[in-house]
């Protein structure tokens, strides 16, 4: 995570506190910033990629969006990672206890860390979330 940032620190702690999903069923994969996750790690070994990306274009730098607008930016989001060639998982983020409503997202698979750095800055994102190899969820501030 960046040392700088011009996100507010109360919106880092949100990204930091919310629980990433892959999926929409009782099998989904919840990622934790910071924590190693087996099912994602097994996800990587079964698809053969190393990486992958949690997503999303709601509500650009944290600011919320009319319903519309974000449908639209999610779709625009899925037909860019697929036309990278990328397998792709919708899900949501959300933070427990929250009033915030849960973000559509899409979990990229074999997606490098530069490319999805880019997509977020693309999307007007303030973060996204990546993990390598180890199969830890890292949150990436972008501003």
């Given at each position: 995570?960046a040392?700088?940032?011009?996100?507010?620190?109360?919106?880092?702690?949100?990204?930091?506190?919310?629980d990433y999903?892959?999926?929409?069923t009782l099998?989904?994969?919840?990622?934790?910033?910071?924590?190693?996750?087996?099912?994602?790690?097994a996800?990587?070994?079964?698809?053969?990629?190393?990486?992958?990306?949690?997503?999303?274009?709601?509500?650009?730098?944290?600011?919320?969006?009319?319903?519309?607008?974000?449908?639209?930016?999610?779709?625009?989001?899925?037909?860019?990672?697929?036309?990278?060639?990328?397998?792709?998982?919708?899900?949501?983020?959300?933070?427990?206890?929250?009033?915030?409503?849960?973000?559509?997202?899409?979990f990229?698979?074999?997606?490098?860390?530069?490319?999805?750095?880019?997509?977020?800055?693309?999307?007007?994102?303030?973060?996204i979330?990546?993990?390598?190899?180890?199969?830890?969820?890292?949150?990436?501030?972008?501003?």
């Amino acid at each position: 995570m960046a040392e700088t940032t011009q996100i507010h620190p109360d919106k880092v702690r949100a990204y930091l506190a919310t629980d990433y999903r892959l999926g929409h069923t009782l099998q989904d994969i919840v990622l934790t910033i910071g924590q190693h996750s087996k099912r994602l790690a097994a996800l990587f070994a079964d698809k053969v990629v190393h990486c992958g990306a949690f997503l999303t274009a709601y509500n650009p730098q944290g600011n919320a969006q009319p319903n519309a607008a974000n449908e639209q930016g999610h779709a625009e989001l899925g037909g860019k990672l697929q036309a990278l060639g990328l397998q792709i998982i919708e899900g949501s983020g959300s933070e427990v206890g929250s009033d915030w409503p849960a973000e559509k997202s899409y979990f990229a698979l074999g997606l490098s860390l530069e490319t999805a750095k880019a997509i977020g800055t693309h999307f007007e994102q303030d973060a996204i979330v990546w993990a390598g190899a180890d199969a830890v969820a890292q949150l990436i501030l972008l501003r």
